[in-house]
């Protein structure tokens, strides 16, 4: 664990203050730290004393922290020895290669260059597979190193359940004026928007005294620890709210991550369950909480103290409408809460395509176009714009897309069940007070860290197994009323 | 070296950007990677691989890259191999918690408090001297360690030759009046000295690509290979210039590291000759340049117009005695050019006189206060403000300070060559232009890093060994023209 925090600090330190000579020393630093923890935590040492720990445990409360452990470490110890080192390097070469030609691809907006990388990752993905047993699907396996338990039949059953309702939902909202938003661009001074959002994310309930907030190019949360959560934001011309947005998402990845048991600190146990419940607790404050009417009639006269020249006119309900216009995009950064999903389901079903064989990587762009008309009415001008925007598929990152649609659905499920448990929510929000919400995802939540497999946690939290259902009912709400 | 360098950029991170709940994961990841980096050095392998090498440089040109790396990492060896595992572990612990005593002991001006950690330290350094082959003096294996080569019988003959002829500089200007000075206490805009200070470091040849400026509780430089040389200043109210004075100094050392050449880089040959040899690099920027007459013809007009309130109506030529006026000092971090030297004596003096046992810890703070009388001519009120100013022997830094004069001495003999070399040296200076001072440091000293032993690596950029003679030259001829 010293050696991972150890590489995630580096890591941190190379995105937000390493002077640009730095890169190759750097690079070796991490990758030397990474490989040695890699070394360490996969030696027969290690798969000793798993099996004397397992042997130990026989007979303990299963929900208990040791047996949990011992649980997590075997999961862990297994997935990191089926891989051959050989492999490993392998693969971190071709997708540190696939990255650069996808970056320069993307620039000249020419797949066709891309096109043998990304044949060559999606080929090793197949071969990573292969080193499991057999799944009931191949991407089960590549799901799973994100979202433990996850099966490919239930990302695509909860897909189903998503569609057909949020495609409804936009067409919906889709003939409404579009209510006045010049505000929305128009220039404001960078640390009066800082300077308010650390307010917020302060009053949320983040912890200065273990945690600190800097600048990089893509917003992130890395945690070294439980008591040591970095989070980073940026700033963007011409899109001011996008810092103070980026900054209620990172704060709530790190408050979970701050939020972890202290006895879990140093172990495998450490970090949140999965991408998706990580993701849950992004979305749950940049949406739920910082993107609804209770949260913006405490604070919106704030920020037009803080920004009188830009927003002093401005009522706070076309503020509020402003910050929630649904408005198809080819970008899926910039996508809105009604049409983010859309973006997420369409790279899952190109991905499971191209995994399974049944898409040839000649053929992705016009499959992408194609879905892209179909779920937003929309054809992208060039690849830039579409099938090469995201780095996702270069980095390796196959089995993650999915991750943001479930982030987006678990946070609906917390939301509606800590409504049902504390009616008084949406009335503290409106008085600026976030100490229940924050305590009682704390208790019930965040201190378990790793313990529980992420469908279980969300059973344990909300009563329910992960479902579609909260989530469409918090959109088709929010969309009606709006 | 990668796990060395990632300890390195962790510490900085420690004292520059970590919020403070970090401190424990801090102290776990630093610790980890030492020990790891420690045991990877120390391991039979590294010894066979060494035996390998030697044998393999047997006829090469002795001053080879190769054969002095041979040389070099033989030495590093054999030293990290004779101390063993349990003596520094058990070290740690003694000077962690001695710090920690003496940083309260300091608080309160209680010196008996600290006595019983000093004389622990001080057992402790005897065991260290005892894992050496016997010397001429115990002391000779502390200096070691700072000053390789260095021998103890060279200190006293170094201070005996200055001792007499720097307190007669003193006494010579002790009866002139004190020059007005009140723009050095006055009120500044931290960030209008910062800026000029950066100014001045970028004109110096600070190369930004491969550093940054960061602040932090005690300013310090630190070299992550010479790709990523990062320095840190404070700003201290009621001392504005200390930033700049400050800035000039780390990056004095951090060019040096800078400067060291490409083949050394992630190698025993990275970084500076030694502790004398830095710090001759930092002081020689900082004094040489930076507090002389030519220098400030240049720069002081920029600085009047950067602080015009303060500034505007001050002749330079009173700037400049202002910025060099000598007045002897309790403190020895405050303490001008002229009196440094014998802060620096005193305390070796006392050092030696504990670790032969001729002092016992008792009598310290009566020799200390006995010895700031007949040096400096002044009494400390109190021991907060005499023996417990400094952390070094807390923190088992015992062979240390000596490095502080050496480097005064090595800068005058360094500014003196080039000033034979260069006879324009001080007009170039007085345009601002140091591109030939860096560059000669850099072709003649800087390039070689740890390759050559720091005496000898004197002896060959100024013709002659370390002596004291430029110094004291540099000091008279400054103080009988100011």
Request: with cysteine; charged share 25%; glycine share 8%.
């Amino acid at each position: 664990m010293d050696l991972r925090h150890s590489a995630d600090l580096i890591e941190w330190d190379e995105r937000v203050y390493m002077p640009p000579g730095g890169v190759t020393v750097h690079g070796e630093m991490s990758a030397a730290l990474r490989r040695l923890a890699h070394e360490k935590f996969t030696s027969d040492g290690v798969g000793r004393a798993l099996d004397a720990a397992r042997a130990d445990m026989a007979g303990a409360d299963p929900d208990s922290t040791g047996a949990r452990m011992v649980a997590v470490a075997a999961r862990d110890y297994a997935r990191a020895t089926r891989v051959p080192a050989d492999f490993v390097a392998e693969h971190a070469a071709a997708i540190s290669a696939a990255q650069h030609v996808w970056a320069e691809a993307r620039g000249k907006s020419d797949f066709s260059a891309f096109a043998p990388h990304l044949q060559k990752v999606i080929d090793l993905k197949r071969r990573y597979v292969s080193f499991f047993p057999p799944a009931d699907h191949p991407y089960d396996v590549l799901l799973d190193d994100y979202e433990p338990g996850m099966k490919t039949a239930e990302v695509r059953h909860l897909f189903d359940s998503l569609r057909q309702r949020q495609v409804a939902i936009i067409k919906s909202v889709a003939d409404r004026p579009a209510p006045p938003a010049e505000f929305l661009t128009a220039r404001y001074a960078e640390h009066d928007i800082w300077r308010f959002a650390v307010d917020v994310v302060t009053a949320f309930g983040f912890d200065w005294t273990r945690g600190r907030q800097d600048k990089s190019v893509h917003p992130f949360a890395t945690g070294i620890g439980a008591s040591d959560v970095r989070i980073t934001t940026r700033w963007v011309e011409g899109q001011p709210l996008a810092l103070l947005f980026g900054t209620m998402h990172e704060a709530g990845h790190a408050m979970y991550e701050q939020g972890v048991g202290g006895e879990h600190q140093r172990t495998l146990l450490e970090g949140g369950a999965s991408l998706g419940v990580h993701e849950s607790q992004s979305r749950l404050w940049e949406n739920m909480v910082g993107r609804s009417r209770s949260f913006w009639n405490h604070f919106f006269p704030r920020l037009q103290a803080a920004c009188p020249a830009q927003l002093s006119s401005v009522p706070v309900a076309a503020f509020y409408s402003a910050i929630n216009r649904v408005q198809p995009t080819l970008i899926r950064v910039e996508a809105d809460e009604a049409t983010y999903n859309l973006h997420i389901m369409l790279r899952v079903e190109l991905e499971l395509a191209l995994i399974e064989g049944s898409l040839r990587v000649s053929d992705l762009p016009d499959a992408w176009n194609a879905r892209m008309r179909e779920y937003l009415g929309l054809t992208p001008p060039d690849d830039a714009r579409g099938v090469l925007q995201d780095i996702h598929w270069s980095a390796g990152l196959f089995g993650y897309f999915a991750t943001y649609t479930l982030g987006n659905v678990i946070a609906a499920q917390l939301w509606d069940r800590f409504g049902r448990l504390h009616p008084s929510r949406d009335s503290d929000i409106g008085r600026g007070d976030f100490s229940a919400l924050l305590s009682w995802l704390r208790t019930e939540l965040h201190r378990h860290g790793r313990k529980f497999e992420p469908q279980e946690l969300v059973e344990r939290v909300t009563g329910s197994p992960v479902s579609p259902e909260p989530y469409l009912r918090y959109l088709e709400e929010k969309y009606a009323a709006n």
